[in-house]
Structure formats: C-alpha cells, structure tokens
C-alpha cells in the first residue's frame, strides 16, 4: 500500500475564532472608563443601530440568543399546555426556551435539501394547542418564511445564524412576529455573549424590555407590572458589538470568499457535499457545512473529523437532532422518528470559517480535507 498521505499544518487551525482587534479593545476601555457597566447609552445606540441595520421597528437588547427566544415567546403569552413547532436540526437552546415556557416543543422533520424546517411537515403537526412556529435559518440560509407565515400563526425566528440574511430580497428581523439573533463569541456580530430581539409591534416590544430587567426609574420607590427576569445586555458587551457591526458586511464578504474556495474544491470530492443554499436568498455564510456520505466518502463523518484533528484541522458538528438528546428523550419519550434529520445528525460537518482566517488558513483545510478524502477512498 502506498504511504498515507498527510497534509499536516504546524499549528492548530481553530474552526471559528471571533474577528476581534485593536477596535474592540479601545472600545471596551472607553465603556468601562465612562462608567457604564451595566446597561446604558452604548446598549441603546447598539438597539436603534441594530433596527435600523435590519430594518425592524424596534430591537431590544438582551444577555443572549437563548433569553431573546425565551422572552419573544414569554412575551407571546405562551406558557404550559400550548405547544411550538420548531425544527430538530437546531442549537437545543431553541427547543430548551420552549420548554422553560412550560409548552411542548413538537419537532417537525426538516427538508434534505438545506435542513430547514419542512413547512409540510409543520402543517401536518398543527393542532388547537398551536401557539406559535420557531424555524431557524440554519447556517444562515432563511427557511421558507412564506409557507410556514400561510399556517396563521406567530411565527418568531431563529435568527442566531442570520444576522447579514435576506429572505427573498428582505432583510431578516423585520419580518415575522419576532426575530431573535445572537451576540454570542462565534456568531457574525461576536460581543462574547448577548442576543437582540427585533419586532415591529410596540406591544411586543414593551412586553419583552418589561420583562428583561427591572428598573427604579426615577426615585426610590418602584413597582413591577410582570416578574421579569434579569436578561439586560452590559454596555461593555454592547460597546464590542457596535464594533462588530460596523465590520459585519465586510466580515460576511471575507466569509463569502472562503465559500466560494470551499465549493470549488468540495466539487471534486465524491461524498461530500455541502449543504444546498437557494440563490433566491442572501445566505449569512455563518457556518460551511457539508454533508459526508460514508459509502461514497469512504468513512463517517466522525471518522472525517478525526482524521481532520489529526491533521490540525479544527472542525465541528451543526447539529445533532434535539430530539434525540438525553433530556428530549426523558422529557418526550414518544417522540416520532424524524429520519431527515437523523440521517443528516449524522452526517453534517462544519469546516473552519471566520473572517479571522486567512485565504492560507482555508487553503489548508482544503488540502487536508483532500489528503483525508484520497486516504480514505483509496
Ligand atoms: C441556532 C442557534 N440558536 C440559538 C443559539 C443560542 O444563542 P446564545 O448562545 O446567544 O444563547 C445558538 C448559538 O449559540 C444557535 O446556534
């Protein structure tokens, strides 16, 4: 047999390291230097930017994708014995906020294609109990808002992958009932943590900012008209995010162009296919994912990640079906097969991609993708 082959880079490639510089430090010092740590001027210059960038009326600022997506829902009214459809293929933060709601997540199967929640499937699962539908834009590629807004219910999106998305030709966040995104440390505006809920209904609004912090107002006397949470954004996250946002259509186009190496070298590997994005859309580039197909390719996806971190190749899994997981399991134990879903848990793999890599960097991965392709078709 000939010798394996091997592509081995000197250091660690990590699979998604935030763009952060120079920018973002000054503008750390600045906000702590003013005085504002908690909430304050910078939290709300990053709302009415963050609106204004997306196109919603009104954007609030909270302390992560996960408390956006529990307070939309909170704010809806939703609560123990309704029931929201949403998609298996997700971060199981979006099925987890259903459940601190008190309501039952149902899971729809999602489409082969790109892995979106299959609208057909969400209609089939309607009942009376039907409070609200919860896609994801996985990756960054919208889900078919159309056929999912045609159910008649609210609808509150996911939108933690989908910050530079449009959906055919309209931004995302101004779109549904409500549009939930994430400032979490890989995402495409990275404050390290933090979440933003865009709606363009007052009573929405008002709703969610009631319920994310409790404030004095003006003496020292004060009153509550909901229990709240504590879900507020600091301005020293806030100041990192207003950065990120200035850079976030140039950090998508440097993203757009290590798509664009990936698809052409992923072309020549039998077995691996990336994840089908519909040109009608604007795709957010959050993550580069493809498809192993072991018969073809010659290993499992885990066999691929392996051989990958052996060859300094950082990668990662996006995602495994929620309802599989231990605690869905305990929590829904009848839950129906999903074998879209299950098929694709298995065989999704996220490769390095990250405006702070260099054209080098991807260069890498792709050589070391094709060693490990050639080794294990040979
Ligand atoms: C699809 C999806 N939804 C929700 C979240 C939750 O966001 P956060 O980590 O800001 O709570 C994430 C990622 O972290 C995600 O990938």
């Known amino acids: 047999m000939p010798p394996k082959l091997s592509f081995r880079r000197q250091t660690f490639l990590g699979f998604q390291p935030p763009a952060v510089g120079d920018e973002e430090i000054a503008a750390v010092a600045e906000a702590i230097r003013s005085g504002w740590l908690t909430t304050g001027p910078r939290a709300e210059e990053l709302e009415r930017r963050f609106a204004d960038y ?60 790109d892995l979106n929640i299959d609208p057909e499937r969400a209609a089939e699962l309607v009942t009376p109990r039907t ?105 020293v996250l806030a100041s990192i ?47 580069y994912v493809v498809r192993v197909d072991p018969e073809r390719a010659g290993a499992t996806r885990d066999d691929y990640r392996q051989a990958l971190a052996d060859e300094n190749i950082g990668t990662s899994v996006h995602f495994l079906p929620v309802h599989r997981l231990t605690a869905y399991r305990k929590l829904f134990p009848e839950q129906p097969p999903l074998p879209v879903a299950e098929r694709a848990g298995a065989e999704v793999l996220s490769l390095p991609l990250s405006p702070a890599h260099s054209d080098a960097d991807i260069a890498d991965a792709i050589g070391a993708l094709r060693a490990v392709h050639a080794d294990f078709t040979r």
């Open 131 to 235: 409070r609200a539908i919860m896609p994801v834009h996985l990756y960054g590629q919208p889900a078919d808002l159309d056929s999912l807004w045609a159910l008649g219910l609210p609808v509150v999106e996911d939108a933690a992958h989908a910050a530079e998305s449009e959906y055919r030709g309209r931004k995302i966040g101004g779109l549904s009932d409500a549009t939930c995104f994430s400032l979490y440390a890989t995402k495409s505006i990275a404050a390290g943590e933090g979440g933003i809920v865009t709606t363009n209904s007052d009573d929405l609004a008002e709703a969610v900012r009631a319920l994310t912090i409790m404030r004095r107002g003006h003496g020292s006397l004060y009153d509550i008209a909901v229990p709240g949470y504590k879900a507020n954004l600091s301005d």
């Open 54 to 113: 997306v196109g919603a009326k009104h954007a609030l600022a909270v302390s992560s994708g996960t408390a956006a997506m529990h307070l939309a829902l909170v704010a809806l009214g939703i609560g123990p014995g309704d029931e929201v459809i949403t998609t298996p293929i997700t971060w199981p933060a979006t099925a987890n906020v259903i459940v601190h709601t008190g309501a039952t997540p149902v899971f729809a199967d999602v489409r082969d294609s």
């Open 241 to 287: 995010a207003l950065c990120q946002l200035d850079k976030v259509e140039y950090h998508h186009s440097l993203r757009l162009r290590q798509v664009e190496l990936y698809d052409s070298a992923a072309g020549e590997l039998d077995g691996i296919e990336p994840v089908a994005r519909d040109p009608r859309d604007t795709h957010a580039h959050h993550l």
